[in-house]
């Protein structure tokens, strides 16, 4: 205990005087006003009008009582008749409840939002042309927007297009003046970097500090195969879609609101980092959109134990393959595991899901594929990220009986009927019937094996008869393993499963 306390003060005397050091070089409070003041003059304020759900400046008539005409002090007036009087109201009455019929616009206008306001970032100045990266929750579907810069002029702003995947919408603004903000490199950003947020003028250029907790993938939604970091930062009110500064004032990225509201949020703040805002930018002055790439797969990361089973370092299955979409046409099925994409591994599903977004639709691809103990290769053409797939409906009423297989499962081969009924069709396998309670399949890993999917391969050996899948058992008791992999297809896609063996019965 004592040389644990005498360690503990040693590291934090040696931290204290690093800081002071640090600090005798440049105050951290010197460093922050610096970074701040170095970016500020292209943070920008953003006003919406007209936008779904946001009311213009001049109110419409209330349904219960009138303010005053301008120059009148406020008053009210309340009435209330039922049932409620036909026709328009008479001159000097005001509009009439009940919450229906030709009332009801007047009621939903009457809880609209007011003008939103946000920041923004101008990020590219050519001329008198300037790029303005914008939160696109604040600006998708607005019909009028407006940039308000540090020194109190307004410009209107010209929407070039949004996209809801990375979060960023460009504004385009015309300005002989516009300053622009210094860009950090691409990956420049590291985990326990200092950073600041810095609000633009709705916010009185309000700053919080921070650091980066994480890079990640937001995974699945609007913006799956993103990288994303976030930062364990405060942003007040109207501060999102502002930069995310490092203490040498140069832009690491742009955060973005938390869903479901416009302007705040406490503790971890998300952050588009800066070189995919640049991308997203130039795809949105140049097209209006931004195309990506899309194979037409759902994917799955696979258990440890089933990378051991399968005897490989890393890959990521895929779950199902999406009917009429580029991988189904090449020739992708479920239950296969891919490896790697043009020669790039496959390390896990949101890496590999950002490396196909990030190729343009057209483009045609090399995936390195592992099906049935055997490395293929297949040649995808990409299709747009936006295609739509199909999910299979829930299966009908399984069939009883079926032969029991040792490990808790009994088993009915698959017919043509049955492949229709249970959306199984084009495939082969044996259909699991019944899984005994407490039995291994029911204990597989890393879920269960259940009623009503498809066993496609034991021991890395397809199977479509009882006599196979009772081989391919006997064969992996032979050869002294503990554990067998078993490949099973339910309505959520293929997986691989790690069943115990146990004691032969």
């Given at each position: 205990m004592l040389r644990r306390f005498a360690a503990w003060a040693v590291g934090l005397g040696m931290a204290l005087v690093g800081s002071t050091s640090r600090a005798a070089e440049r105050p951290l409070s010197e460093a922050i006003r610096a970074a701040a003041d170095a970016?500020?003059?292209?943070?920008?304020?953003?006003?919406?009008?007209?936008?779904?759900?946001?009311?213009?400046?001049?109110?419409?008539?209330?349904?219960?009582?009138?303010?005053?005409?301008?120059?009148?002090?406020?008053?009210?007036?309340?009435?209330?008749?039922?049932?409620?009087?036909?026709?328009?109201?008479?001159?000097?009455?005001?509009?009439?409840?009940?919450?229906?019929?030709?009332?009801?616009?007047?009621?939903?206008?009457?809880?609209?939002?007011?003008?939103?306001?946000?920041?923004?970032?101008?990020?590219?100045?050519?001329?008198?042309?300037?790029?303005?990266?914008?939160?696109?929750?604040?600006?998708?579907?607005?019909?009028?927007?407006?940039?308000?810069?540090?020194?109190?002029?307004?410009?209107?702003?010209?929407?070039?297009?949004?996209?809801?995947?990375?979060?960023?919408?460009?504004?385009?603004?015309?300005?002989?003046?516009?300053?622009?903000?210094?860009?950090?490199?691409?990956?420049?950003?590291?985990?326990?970097?200092?950073?600041?947020?810095?609000?633009?003028?709705?916010?009185?250029?309000?700053?919080?500090?921070?650091?980066?907790?994480?890079?990640?993938?937001?995974?699945?939604g609007e913006m799956a195969g993103v990288q994303v970091l976030e930062a364990d930062i405060t942003l007040a009110e109207g501060m999102a879609g502002g930069p995310l500064v490092n203490l040498s004032g140069e832009v690491v990225g742009i955060t973005l609101p938390p869903a479901g509201r416009a302007g705040q949020g406490r503790g971890l703040a998300t952050v588009v980092p800066v070189d995919t805002v640049q991308a997203t930018m130039h795809a949105l002055a140049k097209e209006g959109k931004v195309r990506r790439g899309w194979l037409g797969i759902v994917l799955q990361p696979l258990d440890p134990e089933a990378l051991r089973g399968l005897k490989i370092d890393a890959g990521i299955q895929v779950a199902r393959v999406l009917q009429g979409q580029p991988a189904a046409k090449a020739g992708v099925e479920a239950g296969d595991v891919i490896l790697a994409l043009d020669g790039r591994n496959a390390a896990d599903v949101d890496t590999f899901r950002g490396l196909v977004s990030a190729k343009a639709p057209g483009t045609r691809v090399s995936l390195k594929v592992l099906r049935a103990a055997k490395e293929m290769i297949?040649?995808?053409?990409?299709?747009?990220?936006?295609?739509?797939?199909?999910?299979?409906?829930?299966?009908?009423?399984?069939?009883?009986?079926?032969?029991?297989?040792?490990?808790?499962?009994?088993?009915?081969?698959?017919?043509?009927?049955?492949?229709?009924?249970?959306?199984?069709?084009?495939?082969?396998?044996?259909?699991?019937?019944?899984?005994?309670?407490?039995?291994?399949?029911?204990?597989?890993?890393p879920t269960a094996i259940a009623r009503g999917e498809l066993l496609k391969e034991i021991g890395r050996k397809p199977v479509a008869t009882m006599a196979e899948a009772k081989a391919a058992i006997a064969e992996a008791r032979k050869a002294n393993e503990k554990t067998v992999l078993m490949l099973v297809r339910g309505k959520d896609g293929a997986r691989y499963v790690v069943v115990d063996l146990g004691q032969e019965r």
């Open positions: 970016v500020r003059p292209a943070v920008v304020g953003i006003e919406v009008k007209g936008r779904d759900g946001a009311a213009p400046r001049a109110m419409p008539d209330w349904p219960f009582g009138r303010p005053g005409r301008p120059g009148e002090p406020r008053q009210w007036r309340f009435e209330w008749q039922w049932p409620p009087r036909e026709g328009p109201p008479r001159e000097g009455q005001p509009p009439i409840l009940p919450f229906g019929g030709e009332n009801l616009p007047q009621i939903q206008r009457l809880f609209r939002q007011q003008p939103a306001e946000g920041t923004g970032l101008i990020l590219e100045v050519e001329g008198d042309r300037g790029l303005v990266a914008a939160p696109h929750a604040l600006v998708a579907g607005a019909e009028a927007v407006f940039v308000r810069l540090p020194d109190g002029r307004q410009l209107a702003a010209k929407p070039l297009g949004d996209d809801a995947v990375s979060g960023i919408a460009c504004l385009e603004v015309r300005d002989a003046k516009l300053a622009v903000a210094k860009l950090a490199a691409p990956d420049a950003a590291q985990v326990g970097d200092w950073v600041l947020a810095v609000g633009g003028p709705e916010t009185a250029g309000a700053v919080t500090i921070g650091i980066i907790s994480t890079k990640k993938h937001p995974g699945e297949f040649e995808v053409t990409l299709g747009e990220l936006g295609a739509g797939g199909v999910v299979p409906p829930e299966a009908p009423a399984l069939p009883q009986g079926g032969e029991k297989l040792e490990l808790g499962l009994s088993l009915q081969p698959l017919t043509p009927e049955l492949a229709a009924q249970f959306g199984f069709e084009g495939d082969k396998g044996l259909l699991v019937t019944d899984v005994a309670a407490g039995s291994p399949a029911s204990k597989a890993r």
